[in-house]
């Protein structure tokens, strides 16, 4: 169709739809300006929401990668590396480079020798993990600060990574990088009370070749104290450097890489390798740094290329005089990970595997002991039996037949080798069966024993913590002497020939290295790491030493070897090689090294020395887990509740006025639908314009919310890191939300209008279109009433249930029942002002005041039911949000003159593990606790956990976790006689066996906090659902969600059992976290927080201090688990406070839309206040009124919010949750000011008017 | 030809406890180019029986047929066609839009369903200077007076050539003197552009210009000429 035609006269040109909308708006411009504002508030909000999401992500995204600095790559490994592995990397592009680090967790405390008084105020623990000794010393007056501290041995070309220093300090620093210097971060610095040139003291483990869980591993002198003297950082952009993804900062220091790797005995050796490139720019920003990256085209994967050599992976071999190759390991056993060695091409397959151990006896049989097999033992040969302890001590005692401290190698049946394996007459002995044992000519000389008599071998059980396949119950502990606690085992064995002596049998080379034991002088001088009695050795054994050393008395087959001594530790302790050849040739030892390096960079650099890629890892953590744009915008939706009801009244009141107009388009022949479409495009103007301004609004209204989040309600978020961030992205979804929102609003307010019938619209009688048929209001009304009765019922059904199975569960029913209450007060209130159109009005001897306030609060139901609505409802809200805040558990046991005792729970960590889980009194002995201690902690109950990982995997930690924290959960939890049996069973699903799924990935059972389950790890389908993960070594673990707790003892942790986590990471070496039930002496009177920790405290810890005192150097530190518990329940507690106060801002936003309504309704109301003036009424009488009727609705409102309030919180206030009476009266008095002040304002404008003029207005 | 027939009409609202009958069992018919006065007292339904041969509201009982089409049975939007096309509407508040001039408002009824056409505007054009307002086409309502609002309603009603002009109380507002050139106006418009007029009004001087009078009187309308009531006496 032919356009408008364009009249030569502008001021006739055409009209068309939008114009004329056009038109309309700027006729109306007033109506709608408090419209627009109302729209410019829905989508600030929307744009606020958004921006704040967009700013924590980028805070968390910009701190990882700050942290990072220019590290692209790391490389972990639990065996040391030579420092020099990753100085051979080809081909590294300008400003990329490789340094080594030697990183560790340690504990660093204050020197007494600073002579600088710390800062007086410096009084309450500040660090969570200070050991709780704050005790002044009381001859000097100084305090001794303990801080849990990650560690960094690094040479200086770390600090590249970071942009440059600048200071002299920092300068001169660097240049001498070297000696007993460390340079602490800005939290250590507070955390210790120090300054640069005071002294600290650095506990450092000392390094052990042996496991120390196995019975040959070290348990004492495990920590080392150096010292050393502070010095700038020379880097101030190192500080926040981190590996793991936490937005909280953590204590850090730094050393020279070659002063600690001399403390700890590893000279050259490291176990963490960077790569990345340099940062030269002091701004260079994470964009730069991106592009950067790009420019100089590094490749992603430097680590891969790495030429790890024998040494890196902890082995190494020679060669005996024999000419036989030896492949050993420097911890003594080859771990499952440096066996994988053996799995590579150039590494023959013909070879000798060889476990060796020690035997603490061989003891000759008397031929008249009847031994007793124990009927469990059917795998084994029935020649092989458990003496119980009575014949072993028997055996044991004969000592004329009997030899101590003998080695004894089990290994495989080598055909190369057999033929230096012959018996006196010089056959070979063959390949030996379980159950048989050779022993050398020295052994059965000394034992009186030939071919056929039986010996048993008592010896040390391997893994001191995990029972060996070879049995089904765990050994008895046998003590060698009293105070000596390692579990020993006692087999049988059949003397099958007598090997002779000769250079094979009696080559040295069978043994590894153990420091302490095979470079000693002579047997009595040996540094054992187990029980060990020189008084059992005689001359003939120190003989034997002197001749053959540490060549093994007797051997045994494989099988057996495996079945009583192979352990997560290992399986073998060394590989026996004939000489390699390649092509014809032989190789000597470094060409096979070499050939094997080779290989092990081609095939095993991604299973050993997988590169983690932690700036991908960086950013995928900075993801995060709490979406908070959506968290704010929830929080906010009374904002934007209280906004959109704005633009409702508002609009509604616009066309109410503009009725008529409505009617005569009606009139003119115009449709329903155009009409519509004509208000719309009206509408469009305000709502564009309005949505516009919205933009600037949304972003102070981010900047506050950040403001809020980094000084209100850093509960939430642990620390302030969080800067605004403004994206477009998330401008453009608020404003085109905001716009359809206010749309959706506006276009359902004209339909509902435009729907009247065009008769009533001319006549603009306002209250007939509100009154629906006589029929329908009847019907409506029977409805409502026995809705009412439903929800109450409902309620009461609610109110019955005696007993819930969890508090929060408990929470959200009485919550419900709360929301029952209300909604049955809405429909009765609104039942109540339907009930009114069926009534002839007041009796006339009953009207007073009040009815006339009444019958104006009623007139317009519909927008008085709406404010009153949104009061009850923000009002209920508000308040009955309090029934979930969190409180930690309150001890239930009552204390009477009869009294239970009191038992209180305490957390423990150390930085470095110990080898004894302090569960049993001779743990605590063997630990170094005198019999005195032991005595004092005697009612303590001390429950060890190993762990793996450390990333906090609880929503504290608002960083996606990449490595959380692994407890592993021993069986003597079960035990813990508080625990309920429904607790107990609870835990019982963790020690199923692990099982492998179709794709190969294993799948272990996990029990989690709660709200870790939830928030952080996001399984929010719950039990049944899985977590996964990828090891060190690029493996894939699935973990099953079995069960939830709620206020965990390690809400950041992933509870696995100790028996899985110890087949994960075989590695894993002593316990470092602790479960502690302190038992609290009785006290009488009430019990609350208060008075029962002042009473307890010098008791509590007193005990607790023995533990700090004996451990210290382990970096023990205890925490109330109350004070875990209220971390936790802070941030949702915090989470709380946010929607409260919002929503209370809502509310206030809502009441000047009364004002605003109220106001525009003072037009229609002119010529009838004006009447009530000219019939006498004064002012103030009139103001009275006007002010009732906000009352009334008021008071409506706020009650039946606090009634419904009230019924959620009452149930709840026996557990911790108070009955919040102060907010709601609060707000009802702030209502009540607003109140007033909407009524006086509007009642201003009335008198502004002559009553002349007001009574003949329309 | 165009014709109006209304046949037993009756009209009653249910208020609260009762129900008020406005009218019951009107007939009359009417004929293109002739006019019509309804007069009676106040109350007595004359604006709501104009609504309903306004189709701005359906009666309760009897029919209603224009130009041959009934109005019962019609949905929205064809009784929004019938107001469009067939009938014009004169309000006693003028109703004209008041962001709008003068010639915008003749032009709204166009937008009902379309576009303005050359043609269209061209009738606009026509119709102010046949009510005299040619000079004032760009002037909005609130800078004219109540008689040159109510020309502008005049000549808006007529912008769509109705077969049916429907007054309500178009002089109510207005001094005598304007209200007789508007009621002069009225009639010779409608008799030039061949309409069927329908007015209600309480002045005699209008009610007495028309072809036929129906006087709206205690539910039972009588009719018949001005002259013949004339001698009966004027209706109460």
């Keep these: 169709m032919n356009t408008d035609h364009v009249i030569k006269n502008s001021s006739q040109r055409s009209i068309t739809l939008y114009a004329l909308s056009r038109k309309s708006f700027l006729q109306y411009w007033r109506e709608h300006l408090l419209v627009f504002v109302a729209i410019a508030i829905v989508v600030a909000i929307l744009i606020g929401g958004g921006l704040l999401g967009d700013s924590v992500q980028n805070s968390l995204r910009d701190r990882a990668i700050a942290r990072l600095g220019g590290i692209e790559e790391v490389i972990t490994s639990e065996i040391p ?281 061989i003891a000759a049989e008397n031929k008249d002991s009847q031994p007793r097999v124990d009927p ?183 099988v057996d070897g495996q079945k009583m001594w192979g352990s997560r530790f290992g399986t073998m302790t060394s590989v026996r090689l004939e000489k390699v050849k390649k092509n014809g040739k032989t190789l000597t030892i470094e060409e096979f090294a070499f050939i094997l390096s080779h290989d092990i960079s081609e095939h095993l650099n991604t299973s050993i020395f997988p590169p983690r890629l932690v700036r991908k890892e960086a950013l995928a953590s900075a993801a995060g887990n709490t979406p908070f744009g959506v968290l704010f915008m929830m929080c906010s939706s009374f904002l934007l509740i209280s906004a959109m009801l704005l633009i409702i009244q508002l609009t509604q009141l616009s066309i109410e006025r503009r009725a008529k107009e409505l009617g005569v388009l009606f009139a003119l022949g115009w449709t329903r639908s155009r009409i519509i479409l004509l208000f719309l495009c009206e509408n469009g103007w305000i709502t564009i314009t309005g949505a516009l301004l919205g933009i600037p609004l949304g972003i102070i209204y981010a900047y506050i919310l950040v403001y809020g989040l980094q000084h209100w309600w850093t509960d939430a978020i642990g620390e302030s890191f969080v800067h605004l961030a403004i994206g477009s992205e998330s401008i453009l979804i608020g404003l085109s939300s905001g716009i359809f929102i206010s749309m959706s609003v506006i276009f359902l307010v004209i339909r509902r209008f435009s729907k009247q019938p065009a008769f009533y619209l001319l006549a603009g009688n306002l209250a007939t279109i509100s009154n629906p048929s006589r029929q329908h209001l009847i019907k409506s009304i029977r409805f409502k009433k026995i809705a009412v009765i439903l929800c109450i019922l409902m309620a009461i059904g609610i109110y019955s249930v005696t007993s819930y199975p969890d508090l929060m569960l408990r929470a959200g029913a009485f919550f419900t029942a709360g929301l029952l209450v209300l909604l049955a007060g809405i429909l009765w209130i609104h039942q109540k002002m339907q009930s009114k159109f069926l009534n002839n009005g007041t009796p006339a001897n009953e009207f007073q005041l009040k009815s006339l306030i009444w019958e104006n609060t009623m007139r317009n139901p519909h927008r008085s039911l709406t404010i009153a ?294 037009r229609e109301r002119q010529s009838e206040l004006a009447i009530l003036r000219a019939i006498g009424f004064s002012n103030r009488r009139i103001q009275w009124i006007l002010f009732m009727e906000n009352c009334v609705l008021l008071l409506m409102g706020t009650g039946l919010g606090v009634i419904a309030a009230l019924v959620t919180t009452i149930p709840l206030n026996e557990l911790g949750s108070s009955v919040p009476l102060l907010k709601p009266l609060g707000l009802f008095l702030a209502m009540i000011g607003l109140g007033g002040g909407c009524a006086w304002i509007a009642s201003r404008q009335v008198f502004r008017v002559s009553i002349v003029t007001a009574l003949r207005a329309p | 030809m165009s014709y109006l027939k209304v046949n037993h009409l009756t009209k009653a609202f249910e208020f609260k406890m009762s129900r008020l009958t406005i009218f019951q069992d009107i007939s009359l018919e009417l004929h293109r180019g002739e006019t019509l006065a309804v007069v009676g007292p106040s109350g007595s339904g004359k604006s709501t029986l104009l609504s309903i041969l306004g189709t701005l509201e359906e009666p309760t009982s009897g029919d209603i047929i224009l130009d041959g089409r009934a109005y019962s049975g019609l949905t929205r939007s064809e009784r929004a066609a019938i107001r469009r096309d067939q009938i014009g509407f004169i309000f006693q508040e003028h109703c004209l839009l008041p962001q709008c001039t003068a010639y915008e408002n003749l032009l709204i009824p166009v937008l009902a369903d379309g576009k303005v056409t050359e043609t269209e505007s061209q009738r606009a054009i026509e119709l102010l200077s046949a009510v005299g307002l040619a000079s004032r086409t760009s002037h909005r309502p609130m800078e004219l007076s109540g008689g040159e609002r109510q020309r502008v309603a005049i000549a808006r009603a007529l912008m769509r050539h109705p077969t049916l002009l429907l007054a309500d109380e178009p002089t109510g507002n207005l001094d005598p003197r304007t209200a007789a050139t508007i009621a002069e106006l009225l009639l010779e418009i409608a008799r030039l552009e061949n309409t069927m007029l329908i007015v209600v009004t309480h002045s005699s001087k209008i009610s007495e210009k028309m072809d036929r009078i129906h006087v709206m009187n205690e539910y039972l309308a009588t009719d018949g000429t001005s002259q013949s009531l004339k001698k009966e006496g004027e209706p109460a």
């Design chain 1, 376 to 558: 469990n033992m059917s795998t084994v040969s029935p020649s092989v039996a458990i003496r119980n302890d009575e014949e072993s001590t028997q055996a044991a005692s004969d000592t004329t037949r009997q030899i101590p401290y003998s080695t004894v190698a089990a290994s495989t049946f080598f055909e190369p080798f057999s033929q230096h394996f012959v018996d006196s007459v010089g056959r070979s002995i063959p390949k030996l069966k379980s159950g048989e044992i050779v022993l050398n000519r020295w052994t059965s000389d000394q034992l009186n024993i030939k071919p056929g008599d039986f010996v048993t071998l008592e010896y040390f059980v391997p893994d001191t913590t995990l029972v060996p396949s070879v049995e089904a119950d765990r050994p008895k502990e046998k003590k060698s002497t009293p105070s000596e606690s390692l579990p020993t085992r006692t087999i049988r064995f059949q003397v099958v020939a007598i090997a002779e002596m000769n250079p094979y049998t009696t080559s040295s080379d069978w043994t590894p290295t153990v420091r302490g034991l095979t470079d000693a002088k002579t047997m009595k001088h040996w540094d054992a790491p187990f029980p060990f009695d020189a008084t059992r050795i005689r001359p003939e054994d120190e003989a034997y030493w002197q001749t053959y050393g540490t060549a093994p008395k007797a051997f045994i087959s494989d």
């Design chain 1, 869 to 1162: 609505v949104l009061i009850a409802t923000s009002v209920f809200l508000v308040t009955a949000m309090s029934a979930f805040e969190l409180y930690p558990a309150q001890p239930t046991d009552r204390v009477t003159s009869n009294a239970k005792p009191w038992w209180e729970t305490w957390v423990a960590e150390t930085d470095r593990p110990i080898p004894y889980s302090l569960t049993t009194k001779q743990d605590r002995i063997s630990a170094g606790f005198t019999d005195e201690d032991v005595s004092q902690l005697s009612d303590v109950k001390i429950y060890g956990f190993r762990s793996h990982g450390s990333d906090d995997a609880s929503c504290k930690n608002l960083y996606h976790v990449q490595n959380p924290m692994i407890i592993g959960v021993p069986q003597t939890w079960m035990n813990r006689g508080r625990k309920t049996e429904t607790e107990l069973s609870a835990y019982q699903p963790l020690f199923r066996p692990m099982t492998q799924d179709a794709d190969g990935v294993w799948r272990i059972p996990m029990i989690v906090d709660k709200n870790t389950a939830m928030y952080a790890l996001q399984l929010w389908n719950g039990i049944g659902s899985c977590f996964e993960m990828r090891d060190e070594h690029g493996n894939l673990l699935r973990f099953e969600l079995v069960g939830m707790t709620t206020n965990s003892h390690f809400p950041g942790a992933l509870w696995i059992s100790e028996e899985h986590l110890l087949t994960l990471w075989p590695e894993t070496q002593g316990w470092n976290r602790w479960v502690i039930d302190v038992n609290i002496p009785q006290s009488i009177g009430s019990l609350s927080e208060t008075n029962i920790l002042p009473n307890a405290t010098s008791q509590d810890s007193k005990r607790l201090k023995i533990l700090g005192d004996v451990l210290g150097d382990f970096g023990w530190s205890t925490r109330r688990l109350m004070d875990v518990q209220r971390e936790q329940m802070n941030i949702q507690n915090t989470y709380l406070a946010i929607f409260q106060l919002l929503g209370i801002l809502g509310v206030l936003l809502g009441l000047p839309a009364m004002l605003v309504v109220q106001l525009r309704a003072m």
């Design chain 1, 81 to 361: 590396f030579r420092q020099a592995m990753g100085d051979a990397i080809p081909a590294l592009s300008s400003g990329t480079f490789v340094t080594p680090v030697l990183q560790l967790r340690t504990t660093i405390t204050t020197d007494t020798l600073n002579s600088r008084k710390p800062p007086e105020d410096e009084q309450k623990n500040i660090d969570d993990h200070i050991n709780i000794d704050g005790q002044k010393n009381i001859h000097d007056q100084k305090k001794t600060y303990t801080a849990s501290t990650s560690l960094m041995g690094c040479r200086k070309d770390f600090f590249q990574f970071f942009p440059a220093a600048h200071s002299q300090c920092q300068t001169k620093t660097l240049e001498n990088w070297q000696g007993a210097i460390i340079a602490v971060n800005d939290v250590l610095m507070t955390r210790l009370s120090i300054q640069q040139g005071d002294s600290l003291l650095i506990r450092l483990p000392s390094n052990s070749d042996i496991p120390t869980d196995s019975a040959l591993g070290r348990k004492t002198e495990l920590i080392r104290t150096v010292r050393v003297t502070v010095v700038p950082l020379p880097n101030d952009a190192a500080q926040d450097f981190s590996l793991t993804f936490d937005q909280r900062k953590q204590p850090l220091a730094f050393v020279p890489l070659e002063w600690i790797s001399d403390q700890m005995n590893m000279s050259g050796y490291a176990n963490m390798l960077l790569a990345g490139h340099s940062r030269t720019r002091q701004t260079e920003s994470n964009r730069d740094l991106e592009r950067n990256h790009d420019a100089i085209g590094m490749d992603k994967t430097i680590l891969s290329s790495i030429r790890p050599t024998l040494d890196d992976l902890g082995l190494s071999i020679s060669e005996s005089q024999l000419g036989v190759w030896n492949l050993t390991s420097k911890q003594m056993f080859i771990s499952p990970l440096q066996q994988k060695i053996l799995t590579l091409p150039s590494f023959p397959k013909e070879r000798q595997e060889v476990l060796l151990w020690l035997a603490n006896t």
